[in-house]
C-alpha cells in the first residue's frame, strides 16, 4: 500500500472520529442518562454525494426513484459536442424501497455495458441516537450482472459477475459542514480481461450547507490497493434540494456508476482543465 495514500486515509478517519468537538449544538433528554444531538438540518440530503454512498437511509415504505447521467464525451471536446453536454451519456436508472427504517434494498440497470445492479443499505447506527454516538455508519453492498455479452457467449458466468461492499462512515460536525469517509472494495473491476482483478479504495468527502438548501458536494476516492487506472475518482459539484427531490450537478473525471465502475479511477486530468459532466436526481415518495 502506497505509504502517502495511508497516511493521508488516517488523517482524514481522524478528522471525522474527532471533527466537531467543541461544537455545541442543542440537546434533548432522552432518558436513562443519555443525550442526543440534535441538528435543524440532515447531515446528507442525498443518498450518495456524486458516486459515494452517505448515511442517509430510507425510512420503512419509503420508495427512491433515481436517475444518473454521466456524459461521456469531455469538455475539451469543445462546443460543436456543447462541451460534452451534447451526449452520449452512461445512464442509470434504479428504484430503491425502505424495508425498515434500517434496511433498504435497490434495483437498477446502467447502459454501461448493460449491467444489472441488486444492493441493500443496513444502517449499523445514527449520530446521536439513544447512546449519544458521534458517527453514523451504514453498509453497502452489491452485485452487478453484465448482460452486455459478444454474441455465443453466456452471460451468466463468473466474469460477468461483480460484487462490492461499501462502508459510509459520516460526521456531522455542523448543521452546514458533514464529512465522511467509505472504505470500499469491489471484485472483478477490470472489464476487459478473464482474470479476476479487484479494486480496494478509501472515498472521502464532504457536504456544505452554502444557502438555503443548497450545498456543495465534493468527493475523491484514492485507490489503496488492487486494479487502478491512472488517475484517482474525484468529483465536485451542487446539490439543491426540492421538496421531495434532490438534485447534483458535478464535474467530475470518469463515467462510471456502479462501484466497480468508479472505484479504480478515471482518465481526465484536471491540470489539462479537462473535466466531465454529470447529474443525479433522486426523487422520493411513500406506498
Not at 462512515?169 to 458533514?178: F, G, H, K, P
Not at 472515498?203 to 491512472?230: A, F, H, W
Request: aromatic share 12%; with cysteine; hydrophobic share 40%.
Amino acid at each position: 500500500m502506497n505509504l502517502k495514500l495511508a497516511g493521508f486515509a488516517a488523517a482524514i478517519l481522524a478528522i471525522v472520529i474527532f471533527s466537531g468537538a467543541s461544537v455545541s449544538p442543542a440537546q434533548t433528554g432522552t432518558g436513562a442518562g443519555t443525550t442526543e444531538t440534535q441538528f435543524s438540518t440532515p447531515a446528507f440530503y442525498g443518498k450518495s454525494l456524486i458516486n459515494l454512498p452517505t448515511t442517509k437511509c430510507l425510512d420503512k415504505g419509503e420508495v427512491l426513484f433515481r436517475v444518473s447521467h454521466r456524459f461521456i464525451q469531455p469538455s475539451n471536446s469543445g462546443y460543436h459536442s456543447f462541451y460534452g453536454l451534447d451526449g452520449p451519456a452512461y445512464i442509470l436508472l434504479s428504484f430503491g424501497y425502505g424495508i425498515r427504517d434500517d434496511w433498504s434494498v435497490t434495483l437498477g440497470r446502467t447502459n454501461f455495458r448493460d449491467e444489472v445492479e441488486l444492493s441493500s443499505v443496513f444502517s449499523l447506527f445514527q449520530q446521536g441516537g439513544t447512546h449519544n454516538l458521534p458517527l453514523s455508519a451504514v453498509l453497502v453492498g452489491a452485485a452487478t450482472l453484465t448482460t452486455q455479452v459478444p454474441p455465443g457467449e453466456l452471460v451468466f458466468v463468473h466474469k460477468n459477475v461483480r460484487l462490492s461492499i461499501q462502508a459510509g462512515i459520516s460526521r456531522q460536525v455542523t448543521n452546514r459542514l458533514s464529512v465522511l469517509v467509505v472504505p470500499s472494495f469491489a471484485s472483478n473491476t477490470e472489464y476487459d480481461v478473464t482474470e479476476k482483478q479487484n479494486t480496494f479504495g478509501l472515498g472521502v468527502g464532504g457536504r456544505m450547507l452554502v444557502l438555503n438548501n443548497i450545498s456543495l458536494v465534493g468527493e475523491i476516492v484514492p485507490v489503496m490497493s488492487g486494479y487502478k487506472t491512472d488517475i484517482n475518482t474525484w468529483g465536485l459539484g451542487v446539490e439543491i434540494k426540492k421538496g421531495g427531490h434532490v438534485f447534483h450537478f458535478f464535474m467530475n473525471d470518469e463515467y462510471g456508476l456502479t462501484p466497480n465502475q468508479y472505484l479504480p479511477g478515471g482518465d481526465l486530468k484536471l491540470a489539462d482543465g479537462n473535466v466531465r459532466f454529470g447529474f443525479n436526481i433522486y426523487r422520493s415518495f411513500w406506498l
